[in-house]
């Protein structure tokens, strides 16, 4: 990114650059940054693997090997792969009726959207302990159906899935705004079908969009602790995810065990910071250049 430059009134007065800060301000921001960032970000990581080891190797991986661990970590990926393609879905049809077209509702669906970014994690397992829960709105006709929603899997899938919710949404729609429609209209003139259009016209012009927004949504499906919390029931081997699982450990002073599983979701976190990079580095080279051969080529039959 270049810096501004500022011409002053007058001939021949010298360029004043925006940026053009002393020396030691410079560097006083960059220590306070650096700074920052060791305190917050690298200690707690450092801290976390120092505990997951202080009691060897061979106790970390019998703490991660666990049963319950293991149960627990089978769990998060399942509620991860439920969860996901659902937002997936979501957000992808909602940003293309938000950025494509005009309707009645269309700043309601927005705000809509953003309510789970809005409201407290804990508030929303809440509300749903409140709706389908043994008291709640629909609980008595769900006993009688004899289906169970709370203190089971599925609850804890709508919980995680409601919280997830705006994040591939809401990495598209500004990037489906900005594209515009002028090539989905290009392929349809050209003749290409509704399904046409959009998988070989709008998804190669979203793919790195959706991409990062699909490692966004997954980082927090693995991560989420608050509304899962609320909706499992803590039950071990059947209703905690890694993150309960933690907590548990951690309440019953298993101190190295507790940051070993721990280990495994900041490898986790650590792994979706990579890809994140990678997504924000390739999206950087990517030209959406809208060319109507290039529209042409990808509509062919």
């Known amino acids: 990114m270049g810096t501004l430059a500022l011409t002053p009134a007058g001939a021949g007065a010298p360029r004043v650059l925006a940026t053009d800060e002393v020396r030691w301000v410079r560097w006083s921001l960059i220590g306070i940054a650096l700074l920052f960032l060791a305190l917050c970000l690298v200690l707690p990581l450092v801290l976390v693997f120092h505990q997951a080891l202080s009691k060897g190797v061979s106790a970390y991986w019998n703490a991660i090997r666990e049963p319950d661990a293991l149960s ?10 439920i969860a996901v393609p659902i937002n997936l879905i979501f957000g992808v049809a909602a940003s293309w009726c938000i950025a494509k077209f005009s309707f009645p509702g269309r700043s309601l669906l927005v705000t809509l959207i953003d309510l789970p970014f809005a409201v407290s994690p804990v508030i929303s397992g809440m509300i749903f302990v409140l709706l389908l ?5 629909f609980g008595p006709w769900l006993q009688d159906h004899d289906i169970k929603i709370i203190f089971a899997v599925p609850g804890m899938v709508l919980a995680t899935t409601f919280v997830t919710a705006p994040f591939i949404a809401r990495e598209l729609i500004p990037l489906m705004e900005e594209q515009g429609a002028e090539e989905e209209e290009a392929a349809i003139v050209l003749g290409a ?4 259009t959009f998988f070989r016209v709008t998804l190669p012009n979203i793919k790195w969009g959706l991409l990062y927004g699909l490692i966004l949504c997954n980082a927090r499906a693995m991560g989420e602790f608050g ?3 609320v909706v499992s029931g803590h039950i071990r081997g059947e209703t905690n995810t890694l993150p309960l699982h933690v907590e548990i450990l951690y309440n019953e002073y298993a101190f190295a065990s507790s ?3 721990a280990s495994v979701l900041t490898l986790l976190a650590l792994v979706t910071l990579a890809l994140k990079t990678l997504v924000e580095w390739q999206q950087r080279r990517v030209n959406h250049t809208g060319d109507p051969e290039a529209v042409l080529e990808r509509t062919a039959a």
């Open 72 to 81: 627990a970590a089978k769990l998060t990926l399942l509620i991860a792969s």
């Open 133 to 137: 829960g043994t008291h709640g709105w």
């Open 193 to 196: 079908g509704g399904w046409q």
């Open 227 to 229: 509304a899962v919390s």
């Open 259 to 261: 940051f070993a599983v």
